[in-house]
């Protein structure tokens, strides 16, 4: 496979997720704004597209061992996988994150006032991923599951009470933007969570937590956005056309 710079960014991360990493280190967003070209994002950043490219077919052209094809799994099994290993993940990393950075804004805040900003922004987050995650386990994916479900035994499957996919799943789209761009300032916050010279150990912690937090979610919302969501507005389709 030659990649082309008109091609989309969330695809080539949903067809093989080592690609994130490139885009990673030119800082593109491959996850909430994953439905944007190659030349397009560049433009964007002022990056030459040819180098992105370059780096692109190098990567998949070594010889590293290929990432977890998602793009295989079934939806409900994707669905079943995002819930327990990306929701929980976020519901126990933000009890452990919480206090560690309550703790260094309340100590460090004088120095480093930007602290009280990150404390500020990552409550928010919590708040409303918490709120988000539970509207996915109770509507989208049931909904998602059913279908599968339904498919599978050649079955008809009752429309949802939402009339289409297409609405939730837009409305979970645009609070993935908005969280993605609450860890962006989070990171600017940061420094690229980097820890000034007078910062303790427990202020590493906790910026190598958010760092890791903020890895995760990226993975989180590619899975919904550009995999797990488009597919299942298609599957609906062949109940609903």
């Given amino acids: 496979m030659n990649i082309q710079e008109d091609q989309i960014i969330g695809e080539l991360v949903a067809n093989d997720y080592r690609t994130a990493s490139v885009f990673k ?35 998949l052209q070594s010889q590293e061992a290929g990432s977890i094809d998602y793009q295989s799994w079934p939806l409900d099994l994707l669905a ?17 994150i919480k206090p560690y950075l309550e703790k260094i804004a309340r100590v460090h805040g004088g120095r480093h006032p930007e602290l009280l ?41 009752a429309a949802p009470n939402f009339e289409s996919i297409q609405f939730p799943i837009q409305a979970m789209m645009n609070e993935h933007t908005n969280e993605g761009d609450r860890f962006r300032l989070i990171e600017e916050l940061s420094n690229n969570y980097t820890t000034p010279e007078d910062g303790c150990n427990t202020y590493k912690v906790t910026f190598a937590l958010l760092k890791e937090f903020e890895q995760d979610l990226h993975l989180h919302i590619h899975l919904e956005n550009n995999i797990l969501f488009p597919k299942a507005i298609e599957l609906e389709k062949e109940f609903f056309s």
């Fill in 25 to 59: 280190k030119y800082n593109i967003d491959f996850c909430c704004q994953g439905n944007r070209t190659i030349n397009d994002a560049c433009e964007a950043k002022e990056i030459d597209g040819k180098l992105v490219v370059a780096d692109l077919n190098a990567l």
């Fill in 80 to 96: 079943e996988y995002i819930e327990k290993k990306h929701h929980r993940y976020v519901e126990e990393k933000t009890l452990e």
């Fill in 117 to 157: 900003e990150i404390n500020e922004h990552f409550n928010a987050t919590a708040g409303e991923l918490a709120m988000h995650m539970k509207k996915e386990e109770l509507m989208v994916f049931p909904f998602i599951k059913k279908m599968v479900k339904a498919k599978e035994e050649g079955t008809k499957v």
